[in-house]
């Protein structure tokens, strides 16, 4: 009896799991679909993101289109004789380039002043820094009261130390860890930063750029070695209970006859 893949026929069979591969293959279609967002929707989403924290971001980015289209019909009107339609045609794109860069910074602002002031917000900064430097997943310190935070990140200027939280309890923080860096890795200069909008102190916004303009003190070499020798340090190490000391305890000996 001949098999079937697609037909209206009862009475002839189709292989075993063809409905299922048939269902799964449309299932995976529309799941790819779905996930491919036209850049147009991505930029919207940002225009819209961006436009709650400032409502006049639309006046600037017209503004500016209309600033580089009038520019450009001006110099083809007096510097460039004859050619004031073919340069507003060219301002036109160069003008919508120019809006989107305002959009990208405004944006970029408006999502760090959405996360600032929350514990570990220094880290999604430092998620901005690409290539050139070794940035801890966790933080190497945290006060479990007031939530204030340590990270680490190594790279040619050393290793940074960036707080995040009341300058007061992150100094003790902080140079305590710098002591345990300096036994396990002397001579390798620490830099001590923390954020915050304060007098002495780095924005969250400008965090990953003043990582970047630090003057390199250290070979490519010599930043995997440390960040290698620093990862043997451990994780955060959580403060134990008080009560019985694990290493101390004696088990029952009574208990373990049975008595």
């Known amino acids: 009896m001949a098999k079937r893949t697609e037909s209206t026929d009862p009475w002839v069979e ?3 799991g063809f409905r299922a591969k048939q269902v799964a293959k449309r299932t995976a279609k529309r799941a790819a679909k779905t996930k491919k967002t036209r850049w147009y929707k991505q930029i919207w989403q940002v225009f ?5 924290a400032e409502p006049l971001i639309w006046l600037w980015m017209l503004l500016i289109v209309l600033g580089v ?15 004031a339609i073919y340069m507003s045609v060219v301002a036109v794109p160069m003008g919508l380039v120019g809006a ?6 405004r944006a ?3 999502a760090y002043a959405q996360i600032e002031g929350q514990p570990g917000a220094a880290f999604a900064a430092l998620g901005q820094i690409k290539r050139g430097w070794a940035v801890d997943q966790e933080p190497i310190a945290v006060d479990p009261k007031s939530q204030d935070m340590v990270f680490r990140a190594v790279g040619r200027p050393g290793v940074v130390l960036i707080g995040d939280g009341h300058p007061g309890r992150l100094t ?23 954020v915050g909008n304060d007098e002495g102190q780095v924005p969250l ?3 990953a750029r003043k990582l970047q303009r630090l003057k390199p003190a250290m070979s490519k070499g010599e930043v995997a070695a440390v960040s290698n020798r620093l990862k043997s340090m451990g994780g955060l190490k959580l403060p134990m209970p008080k009560g019985i000391d694990p290493m101390r305890a004696r088990p029952d000996r009574r208990a373990l006859r049975g008595r």
């Not at 819209?48 to 709650?52: A, G, I, L, R, V």
């Not at 036994?183 to 620490?190: F, I, Q, S």
């Open 100 to 105: 989107l860069v305002l959009l990208a910074r």
């Open 205 to 207: 916004i400008k965090l």
């Open 69 to 83: 289209v009038g520019f450009g019909v001006l110099f083809g009107l007096f510097v460039w004789h004859g050619h």
């Open 108 to 110: 970029e602002r408006a």
């Open 48 to 52: 819209q993101m961006t436009q709650k």
């Open 14 to 16: 189709e292989p075993k």
């Open 172 to 194: 003790r923080m902080m140079k305590k860890e710098q002591q345990r860096i300096g036994r396990l890795a002397p001579g390798v200069p620490v830099v001590k930063l923390v």
